[in-house]
């Protein structure tokens, strides 16, 4: 059985302690980064999508899974009680 994630948010934290984790996962045939920047790592099971197009990602591709590890940081939100 083949199966296929798509990972939302791989350059981030989170995504990118995912990303490996997946990649090296017997169960898991296909890997789809939606990312807004290239990742500079290259793998076989590895495609990447760049920029936030995530329906386009959802209807074009036949997924068994979605794991989204978007976020932001504290200076980007402006303040702990905003983050």
Do not use: Y
């Not at 169960?27 to 790592?41: E, F, G, Q, W």
Request: overall charge positive; glycine content about 8%; aromatic content about 2%.
């Amino acid at each position: 059985m083949s199966r296929a994630i798509l990972l939302a948010g791989a350059t981030g934290l989170v995504g990118s302690a995912c990303l490996p984790l997946l990649l090296a996962d017997e169960r898991v045939d296909k890997v789809i980064a939606l990312v807004r920047r290239p990742l500079a790592n290259e793998h076989a099971k590895l495609e990447q999508w760049v920029g936030d197009d995530l329906l386009k990602a959802l209807k074009s591709a036949p997924l068994d899974a979605v794991i989204c590890c978007l976020g932001t940081t504290i200076k980007k939100a402006g303040s702990q009680a905003a983050f």
